[in-house]
């Protein structure tokens, strides 16, 4: 019977079986059954030993994975000094301490917790329970005396620094509020998207249907396929990380070195703490010369966005978003000097974001050092004498609006004192007070207005010195346009009118020659040389002194002034009328014409001055009178007027003003690209003196003076010159006699008071240079409507010529 009892493992055949009988050997099939179950179960615990026994710390190593990073080292930009070594500007470093978010975060993150107690224990120790609570155990017993570390080091009141976490931990749970919110906003608004759960679905549903084309053999396939190699579909998003959860926060500003020495050094004693650098701006002298030093700000996307598409050398521009950049003054203008080129830093972080090493990659470029021409001394010294002379008025209404005094080396053109008044503070326009930041931009008298570039007037009777040249040099002329500057012309103290072309108070000088009508001031004396020269001499000699033109100077904002240039018809009137500017006066003017005429404003805009450069000027029978004596539409700089006697003094050299003096410090690499300010006639960027080039070669690179000779000039004209200008003060009869004569030191110089109509003051000017027998320093001192050039300009020029005295500049006879 087939059905009888039979050993396991008897399989001999039976009497009567067939071989085909499935059943005729049971024990085979059954022993292939066994070995069939047993193998891949052996197979996967084989594996399973090899990845716990072989290959686990691997893994471990894996979750562990380090990442590389590239940081800035941040560069200290150069520093701007006075000549005297003063600082004027520097970068002060500070110091800070951040903690990463972990390790500050109350309660402490559950799976940070974990990875940090793992990382204590070998493989054997984290399958010991009691072992991994007293890693963990460990990890915040260490958390603590890193606390309490740190706030004996740096010396803050334990709850004062537990205070400073929280604000942390606040900040970073608003912004993760925040990015949650809006990640949970996006799902709601995108309803058309389809869940995670429907996305599994349709994938499943998409594998489980078979397409009317496939065979059942092809469809099994495609599920087995799918199955093997489509990422499973995940029942849940990802939880949200924010990178302020896994980087370093800042806790600590204004930190000792000391502090950042200790953490550096011993960076075991203190896990998740790192210090860094940052640097401000300082101008410990923010009241000396803040015209001329400037200041920085915060670059913005435009000029960002400039300096990338600019960066055309091998020196990186290397600007990022919250970096400063020259605004005004040296600042400005020697940017590519004095910016610092940050360095690199590649930084090694675990998982976790913690630091495991760094390595420095590029070593940060400090910017080059900046030498000023003038000494803190004098600089300080004249900014009080003027401060002193403009406050000193008694009320507001005879009070200048402002002045200034502008004094340069007659040969280089170096400028020794540039003072303003009214001035300012930088630190108080670059502090934290909104008011007082408010107050400086809207004060009506305009602190922040560099008078000595900016501020363009009519320079009245100092202009006659550039007349003078015009009449001596008028011998190249035609015989009807010649004039003897020796011959004495009558003057009455008036041309043809006692009520207009005047001298000043409608004085009588009788017989008077080029000599002693500049020491006089004779405005008869010039009308009656204009009358015969005509005004195109005026107006090129006007052009060779470099007026209505730029002078150079080496800091941003200068303006050109403006030289009023008659058709080449000549002069004319209208409707058979005298010219409305021999009356200087504006008071008869009215409509268009009245604007047209009257001086321009010394604050007027850049475009506005560029503008009346080119065009030509509607001309008047007065215009060639007034321009001679430095009126009608013309309008200077203070500087100009400087530059005017410097030239004057040494002979027909006509100078660039320069505020700085050399660099110091060597740039490593190649040189700075182009500036970006738009000056382009500094000396040192190429055109008129050094070539960027030299920045690179030498250790400390001074700028060479910029000047030319004044061309078809006479020898003897400015030796002429120079006569009436030292009789303005010291001949009796002299306007600067009273006012400006000195015992120890012989003065050169011209009064000048410019009208401006209106029923305001006149504007009072004293220019000159010293000593007058061999000149050193050519200066002007200009007042704002403040009356006579003789009674108020001359006395103050008189004081400063006392100040450079004192200061050792010149010396006495």
Partial sequence: MRNRPTPLFDSGPTRGSSAFDVDAEPGVRLVWLFVAMTLPLLVVAGRLVHLQGFVAEGFAVETRRETESIESIPARHGRILAADGTVLAFDEERYRVLVHYRWLEEPPNERWLRDEAVARLSRAERRDKTKFEQAKAGVLARRDELWQSLAELTEHNPDKLAELRGRVQQRVERIYRLVEERRAAIGERSGISPSVDSIADENRGAAAAPLASESVFEHAWQVVKHELITTPTRDRRDPLRISEQSDYQLLLEDIPLEVVAEIETHPEQYPGVRTDVTSRRIYPNGRVAPHLVGFRGEINADELRSHQDRSTSGRPQDYQAGDTIGRTGIEKSYERVLHGVRGQRKIVRDHHGTIVRTEIVRPSQPGRDVVLNFTVALQDET????????????????????????????????????????????????????????????????????????????????????????????????????????????????????????????????????????????????????????????????????????????????????????????????????????????????????????????WEKDGTASAAKTRRDPWYDGDTLSLAIGQSRLTVTPLQIARLMAAVANDGWLVTPQVAREFSAEWEGEAPAEPFDGIKRHPHLGSAGASPSRLATSSSTMIEPNRRRLPNLSEGTLARVREGLEQVVAHPQGTGFKSVRMKEVAIAGKTGTAEIGGGRPDHAWFAGYVPADRPRIAFVVVLEQAGSGGKVAGPVAKKFVQVLLDQGVIQAN
């Fill in 383 to 602: 900014t009080k004498l003027l401060e002193e002379i403009v406050e000193s008025r008694a009320t507001e209404e005879t009070r200048p609006p402002g002045g200034c005094i502008v004094a340069i080396d007659v040969q280089t053109g170096a400028i020794l004192a540039a003072a303003t008044a009214p001035t300012f503070d930088v630190n108080d326009l670059l502090g934290g007070n909104a008011e007082l930041r408010q107050a400086l931009e809207e004060d009506p008298r305009r602190p922040q207005f560099s008078r000595a570039m900016q501020m363009t007037l009519p320079p009245g009777s100092v202009f006659k010195a550039v007349s003078a040249v015009a009449v001596l040099e008028s011998h190249r002329l035609d015989a009807r346009h010649r004039i003897d500057p020796d011959r004495e012309i009558e003057c009455i103290g008036y041309l043809k009118d006692p009520n207009k072309l005047r001298c000043y108070h409608s004085n009588a000088h009788y017989g008077t020659d080029l000599t002693k009508a500049l020491a006089r001031s004779c405005n008869v004396y010039f009308f009656k040389a204009a009358q015969t020269l005509g005004p195109q001499p005026l107006v090129h000699w006007a052009d060779e002194f470099g007026f209505g033109q730029l002078t150079g100077v080496d800091v941003p904002g200068e303006r050109p002034g403006h030289v009023p240039r008659p058709p080449a018809a000549g002069p004319k009137s209208r409707n058979g009328t005298k010219s409305p500017i021999e009356l200087v006066s504006h008071e008869r003017l009215i409509g268009d014409d009245a604007n047209s005429l009257k001086p321009a404003s010394p």
